[in-house]
């Protein structure tokens, strides 16, 4: 009933994060829309092409400066996502968690009264990104630790990569709902999602349990099985250095099993100390995943930030329709979520399951960019297939593969790395997220092909980054088979 409830609050914590950071990407077109197709200017007799775009984006540079909105969230996101991780070892993830979304909601509101305000200079825009950038950094730490805390590894993969998909979720209405009024009233597209995600903040505040041990119930094991296990899915039993084995965790003399010890509440001079950032950082496979990542996240930001005003310019939709079927892409990306953690769980490889959905990506982003606007039918088929391929490993990676080096075995079931490790992994991933919007900025007056050229080859550098763990997990399969090849024959 508790992990239940654990998933459910915190998939609508990340979903609400998510719901607030879409916005942005939908109002693009509505800040500088093509003014000529609505008529000549009202107002005066100049023939401007810029009248009815929202000033300071009214100037021909106005790709370079949304560029600087979205950099301004990301860096911050980034620079802040490092220090959270930290924090959130060290303050409880109840208030960490819920205050961190009271302040997204206000930070978020903000940018949207600067419409019925009438402002029009940019810093004041830049400010609520860089706010909203710093505060949204508590959210990711804060609820993998508690998913990690509460599910041990066996199913860990297909458990959070169904979790996972309050990303796209998350986009889906953020996208759906800054629709709404994104023609009419552009500052309620970022209030409503201000005042949501301050309300799920509060029903996080008041439901949220972080550790299994505070309601008396059994903490997950983590490690329950022998290497065989982690290189080829088959179970084995413990054994303590006394040799009583059990399934269910080490028993102690008095015939205890651990897990049974620690049904009661946590005694406070049982708590471990946190794990330090440099102490996360020698846990293997944290760096190489972490790289990886930040490669895999600037392809799928650049395309939460910039996937709305490429459908604009390339098909001429208008702005709702395609912030509508800019869904479609989020869409994929749960399907990826979901068969990437199955995959993984059942094979035992998280490096070779994104290193093969991130080879097969590279193409299909070409073909999306030549024939994807052929026709309706193939954009939908191909923003599907392009957003599963590319939201599975950032999905698997930031999920399962954090839960699982945060609990790795190197730490000896010390609890306290899961937000730290989470955040080294995510920190990194967002400088590649804050790097993937700003360069296609840059690059998008050049011509859309460059942008796309860009996304394939920071597609190929993610899987590279991955070559060395691959390689580690086929040699673990090469083994597995060999020894029970060798049973048999025994």
Known sequence: ????????????????????????????????????ALGPNPHNNSNSSAWCSWAPFDGDNY???????DNAFLVAYAIGMFISGIFGERLPLRYYLSGGMLLSG?????????????IHVLWYFIVMQVCNGLVQTTGWPAVVACVGNWFGKGKRGLIMGIWNSHTSVGNILGSLIAGVWVSSAWGLSFIVPGIIIAAVGVLCFFF????????????PLHHAASEEEDAGGATTTAKDPEGVTSNEGTLSSSGQSSTERSDSPKEPGE??????????????????????????KLVSYTFLYWLPLYIVNVAHFGAKKAGD?????????????IFAGLISDYTGGRATTCCVMLVIA????????????????????????????????????????????????????????????????DGTGSVGAALGPLLAGIISPTGWNNVFYMLIAADVSACLLLARVVV???????GSMARKRGYKEF
């Open 271 to 296: 708590e471990p100390e946190a794990i330090s950032f440099l102490g996360a950082l020698r846990i293997p496979g944290v760096v190489e995943f972490s790289l990886c990542l930040l490669f895999a």
């Open 208 to 219: 949220l349990v972080e550790y299994p041990e505070d309601v008396g119930c059994s903490p």
């Open 1 to 36: 009933r508790y992990r239940g409830l654990t998933l459910v609050l915190t998939f609508l914590c990340y979903t609400s994060y998510h719901l607030s950071r879409k916005p942005i990407s939908i109002v693009k077109s509505q800040l500088h829309p093509n003014c000529s």
């Open 106 to 118: 206000l930070f978020t509101a903000l940018f949207g009264l600067g419409y019925f305000w009438n």
């Open 63 to 69: 790709k370079e400066l949304f560029g600087a909105l």
């Open 325 to 337: 079927l800019s869904t479609l892409f989020d869409v994929g990306g749960i399907l990826g979520g």
């Open 362 to 425: 590279a193409p299909m982003l070409f073909l999306y960019n030549h024939v994807g606007q052929n026709g309706i039918g193939t954009s939908i088929a191909m923003l599907i297939v392009c957003g599963a391929l590319v939201n599975g490993p950032y999905a698997l990676i930031t999920t399962a593969v954090s839960a699982d080096l945060g609990t790795h075995e190197s730490l000896k079931g010390n609890a306290k790395a899961l937000s730290t490790v989470t955040a080294i992994i």
């Open 472 to 478: 580690k997990e086929v040699r673990g399969w090469c």
